[in-house]
Nanobody, 114 residues
Framework: QVQLVESGGGLVQAGGSLRLSCAAS????????MGWYRQAPGKQRELVAE???????NYADSVKGRFTISRDNAKNTMYLQMNSLKPEDTGVYYC????????WGQGTQVTVSS
């Protein structure tokens, strides 16, 4: 059974930083395309960043230059380093495993105060 567990969310002031982690189990993590999504109150879930098995990355325009997605295949873990956080980055951040069957984590709350 695939499990994705996010951690690292919290409350931070604007301009601050957070590092999210997504620990995966029950899957061959190294071959999976993985991604971070977020959902703000009253809005649809949106892509933040994604990373392929070989480390190629793609970012939403709103986070380019501020967020960095990475992965450690030896630890079955994906990360999202978030710098220069803005109030509009507030939301629940979800880890996603792409594939024939899509899996989601339970989410971790990020709140950025102004």
């Amino acid at each position: 059974q695939v499990q994705l567990v996010e951690s690292g969310g919290g409350l931070v002031q604007a301009g601050g930083s957070l590092r999210l982690s997504c620990a995966a189990s029950g899957t061959i993590f190294s071959i999976n395309v993985m991604g971070w999504y977020r959902q703000a109150p009253g809005k649809q879930r949106e892509l933040v960043a994604e990373i392929t098995s070989d480390g190629s990355t793609n970012y939403a325009d709103s986070v380019k230059g501020r967020f960095t997605i990475s992965r450690d295949n030896a630890k079955n873990t994906m990360y999202l380093q978030m710098n220069s956080l803005k109030p509009e980055d507030t939301g629940v951040y979800y880890c996603k495993r792409f594939g024939a069957v899509v899996y989601w984590g339970q989410g971790t709350q990020v709140t950025v105060s102004s």
